[in-house]
């Protein structure tokens, strides 16, 4: 079995925003996170900037079909998918049956906004693609948001991926380096290797050593193999005291 030594970084070193352009980046450009508009930035996807961008024109047209007047006006809805939509098919054969789904989830999105189930409506009848919702959560009552993103069928790991996310956006995780020098290290002054940021509440130390464990060791690495040393007293501008986990 492998050891593993790391230490985390305090908490005034911490910068997550690098890392969540990783975990966006990683999601294949798909990721969006609408944000409490008071406390938390937006992240929009290339597919929702293009939804936001258009549906409000195709839901007018949709309303104001115009079959027997001058041909300057849309005659068929399919004409005003064609216009603002293009490609909307995805492939599909163009039918009653399709456009009908497009129908519909304008006239909700007419009537409601660009409510959860409506976005995702949108969005896979645009991209081809299931998609899915959740809230995600940060340490105060204001840092909240919703995340939109392509569906994951595994319970389990759509739940990883999305506490990825809120930590990753709301910076609870922790910041960790992890030591990757031929000596074992007898205290955290003594690591030196490569930073990485993990989706583990900073304050779970025993969580953070099962992660590690799991993601950063070999396969018979388990946490009881993992030293972890954690900052306490900061009794400098620039330096902390460190003690294991």
């Known amino acids: 079995m492998s050891k593993l030594f790391a230490r985390i970084a305090p908490p005034d ?44 024109r195709v839901s007018y047209y949709l309303e104001n079909l115009v079959p027997y007047e001058s041909p ?14 293009p490609g909307w098919e995805n492939g599909k054969k163009r039918s009653g049956t399709l456009i009908h789904k497009w ?5 909700k999105y007419d009537e409601n906004g660009l409510e959860d189930e409506t976005a995702c409506e949108l969005l896979e009848l645009y991209t081809g693609k299931k998609w899915d919702f959740a809230g995600i959560q940060g340490s105060c009552q204001g840092d909240s948001a919703t995340i939109y993103f392509p569906a994951i069928e595994n319970e389990t ?16 995780g922790a910041e960790i380096e992890i030591h990757d020098g031929e000596n074992e290290p007898e205290n ?14 900073y304050a779970s130390d025993e969580e953070c050593k099962e992660y ?34």
């Open 212 to 245: 590690l464990a799991e993601y950063f060791g070999d396969k018979e690495t388990t946490a009881d193999d993992v030293t972890l040393w954690i900052p306490t007293e900061k009794h400098t501008s620039v330096w902390y005291d460190y003690e294991t986990a």
């Open 157 to 172: 790991n759509r739940k990883k991926y999305v506490d990825a996310i809120s930590a990753y956006y709301f910076g609870t």
């Open 188 to 201: 955290a002054d003594e690591i030196s290797g490569y930073w990485d940021y993990i989706p583990i509440p």
């Open 72 to 85: 300057s006006y849309y005659k068929r809805f399919s004409d005003v998918l064609d216009d603002y939509l």
């Open 103 to 107: 129908k519909e989830a304008v006239r």
């Open 13 to 56: 070193y911490i910068d997550t925003e690098s890392y969540f352009d990783f975990a966006e980046e990683s999601a294949q450009g798909c990721l969006t996170v609408i944000g409490n508009p008071r406390y938390c930035p937006d992240y929009k996807s290339n597919d929702w900037k293009y939804i936001e961008e258009v549906i409000d």
